[in-house]
T-cell receptor, first 112, second 114 residues
Framework: AQSVTQLGSHVSVSEGALVLLRCNYSSSVPPYLFWYVQYPNQGLQLLLKYTTGATLVKGINGFEAEFKKSETSFHLTKPSAHMSDAAEYFCAVNQGAQKLVFGQGTRLTINP | DAGVIQSPRHEVTEMGQEVTLRCKPISGHNSLFWYRQTMMRGLELLIYFNNNVPIDDSGMPEDRFSAKMPNASFSTLKIQPSEPRDSAVYFC????????????FGPGTRLTVT
């Protein structure tokens, strides 16, 4: 069965610093990978997704992620953090037809 | 497009009462998902439908929970009787279907059972 591990339930960075949120997955089939963001009292919103092709994918709000098959990783990065990036971030992998398996989430805090 | 619509946004009820949560998916989407989110257990898939047919309900915690999708534009999740441990945020999501399509989440219903 597919699974997702997000390293670090809380990450804190300074405004303007690099954001790195880690995600490792296990999958018995070629994975389709997703990053979602959840702002307080809101639903999850898609940041970016990897299906096939280019392993570096760009998403909204300046985020990007790189699929590394050899490391079974799909880490999320942003070069310069903004206060508005404070939220919870979820990595997900497909499980069979249509289902997604989500990680436990990483809460990102931005320090002024 | 209005996105996925859920109602009510907040529900407070007493233990033993019936609770019905409602969802309107995005028009044209073929798949609908119900999730529950708690601090302890994170985001859990309860059930999902494809073309109004329940495909996988293995995440439904027990018989007190039931879900229906009578047509392509409406779904309900019912808890009867409710218990305090059912307190959570319940999300509905819809998807055009297939492997390549992401799920679009509604704003959620925050349920508190006292």
């Amino acid at each position: 069965a597919q699974s997702v591990t997000q390293l670090g339930s809380h990450v804190s960075v300074s405004e303007g610093a690099l954001v790195l949120l880690r995600c490792n997955y296990s999958s018995s089939v070629p994975p389709y990978l997703f990053w979602y963001v959840q702002y307080p009292n809101q639903g999850l919103q898609l940041l970016l997704k990897y299906t096939t092709g280019a392993t570096l994918v760009k998403g909204i709000n300046g985020f990007e992620a790189e699929f590394k098959k050899s490391e079974t990783s799909f880490h999320l990065t942003k070069p310069s953090a903004h206060m508005s990036d404070a939220a919870e971030y979820f990595c997900a992998v497909n499980q069979g037809a249509q289902k997604l398996v989500f990680g436990q989430g990483t809460r990102l805090t931005i320090n002024p | 497009d209005a996105g996925v619509i859920q109602s009510p946004r907040h529900e407070v009820t007493e233990m033993g009462q019936e609770v019905t949560l409602r969802c309107k998916p995005i028009s044209g989407h073929n798949s609908l998902f119900w999730y529950r989110q708690t601090m302890m257990r994170g985001l859990e898939l309860l059930i999902y439908f494809n073309n109004n047919v329940p495909i996988d309900d293995s995440g439904m915690p027990e018989d007190r929970f039931s879900a229906k999708m009578p047509n392509a534009s409406f779904s309900t999740l019912k808890i009867q009787p409710s218990e305090p441990r059912d307190s959570a945020v319940y999300f509905c999501a819809s998807s055009p279907g297939g492997f390549f399509y992401e799920q679009y989440f509604g704003p959620g219903t925050r349920l508190t059972v006292t």
